[in-house]
């Protein structure tokens, strides 16, 4: 980490050639190369790294080499391979001797290396796993040996589901109609029974009103009252 510090310090702008082999490196920190804009030649071979996800190489315009070999490398994503091919003087990357993982993953590494002239010796590129495809050249897979699955076409999906949801609720919708017709004679009593109290409430409030209304019946009510 105080490498990485001072790397990034912008102390050593002058800096044309690093070399980082054989540290038992497992990752980089992140822009740990960013402020070395002279660098030409760097060499992280022999070391341990699984993956450069993090690792930026922006603002390297005069890189010309990168030696990758002998590390635990699986995969390199999409945004690294964007950015070797936005290096214009890099022309020498070396990922030999790497423990390259051959699933659908690596189809966008496959890809750069059919179309690249970057990268030496990419004719001995093997995959390390599975065991299916132990020792198979990465230039030789093709889609049919990595056996991918072809997405489905999201308006599909979206009108399966809609036919699904249609029918759960025409579902639902038959088995309240069927509980309302097995209760129909309940159902036609309770009713009744709501309309019979309705209809003595407003009695009720009819007959205060005309109490409340007429001041005879009102004298009325109070003397009865008393």
């Known amino acids: 980490l105080s490498l990485a510090a001072l790397l990034q310090s912008g102390a050593l702008p002058n800096l044309s050639r690093l ?7 497992l990752l980089l920190p992140a822009g740990m190369f960013t402020a070395l804009p002279a660098l030409r030649q760097l060499d992280l071979s ?21 030696n990758l070999s002998d590390n635990s490398l699986g995969v390199l994503r999409n945004s690294t391979l964007a950015q070797f091919r936005s290096l214009p003087a890099l022309r020498h990357i070396v990922l030999g001797h790497n423990a390259w993982v051959c699933d659908c993953a690596i189809e966008d590494l496959v890809a750069w290396l ?20 132990l020792g198979k050249a990465l230039l030789k897979i093709n889609g049919s040996d990595l056996n991918c699955s072809v ?4 308006p599909s999906q979206l009108q399966t589901s809609y036919v699904f949801l249609g029918i759960v609720l025409a579902l639902i919708g038959a088995i309240f109609l069927l509980v309302l017709y097995l209760n129909r004679k309940g ?28 001041p005879r019946l009102t004298n009325l009510s109070s003397n009865s009252d008393v």
Not at 114 to 133: F, I, N, R, W, Y
Not at 151 to 154: E, F, K, R, Y
Not at 190 to 211: F, Q, S, T, V
């Open 19 to 25: 070399e980082l082999a054989d540290n038992g490196l």
């Open 46 to 66: 022999n070391n341990s790294l699984v993956g450069l996800r993090n690792v930026s190489f922006q603002g390297l315009g005069q890189l010309q080499s990168l």
């Open 114 to 133: 059919k179309e690249s002239d970057q990268v030496e010796g990419k004719e001995a590129l093997t995959c390390a796993s599975p065991d299916k495809m």
């Open 151 to 154: 997405p489905t076409d999201l």
């Open 187 to 214: 159902i036609k009593k309770w009713m009744h029974n709501i309309r019979d109290a309705c209809r003595d409430h407003m009695e009720g409030y009819h007959y205060r009103y005309e109490i409340n209304a007429d």
